[in-house]
């Protein structure tokens, strides 16, 4: 059973920094093509894509709101994925949800942000005031 398990919910002033942990178990992120990543949704908006990874070709994206803030990672010794947020805004207030999918799919997707997921965390709340 694929499990998610988000942690490093905080509150921040605009222009500070948060560290967002997800714990995978359940599948081997090494083992085989898959692709892991964060999401989040604010309120009254649609969930949107951060970033991800693809493990096979190691391929990154970012949303373009993030890019140059945002910086994902995976520890495969911990099965475990970050995402450093820095000089964080207003705008990156949400739930922030780390997702993981495991078909085939993700062989043929061209980024991994325009894959469905289809296992999910229960999500972390990161709030940034002003």
């Known amino acids: 059973e694929v499990q998610l398990v988000e942690s490093g919910e905080g509150m921040v002033q605009a222009g500070g920094s948060l560290r967002l942990s997800c714990a995978a178990s359940?599948?081997?992120?090494?083992?085989?093509?898959?692709?892991i990543g964060w999401f989040r949704q604010a309120p009254g908006k649609e969930r949107e894509g951060v970033s991800c990874?693809?493990?096979?070709?190691?391929?990154?994206d970012y949303a373009d709101s993030v890019k140059g803030r945002f910086t994902i990672s995976f520890d495969s010794a911990k099965n475990t994925m970050y995402l450093q947020m820095n000089n964080l805004t207003t705008e990156d207030t949400g739930v922030y949800y780390c997702?993981?999918?495991?078909?085939?799919?993700?062989?043929?997707?061209?980024?991994?942000?325009?894959?469905?997921?289809?296992?999910w965390g229960q999500g972390t709340q990161v709030t940034v005031s002003s």
């Open positions: 359940g599948f081997g992120f090494d083992e085989h093509e898959h692709a």
């Open positions: 997702a993981a999918e495991l078909s085939y799919l993700v062989l043929y997707a061209a980024t991994c942000l325009e894959l469905e997921y289809d296992d």
């Open positions: 990874i693809k493990s096979g070709d190691g391929a990154i």
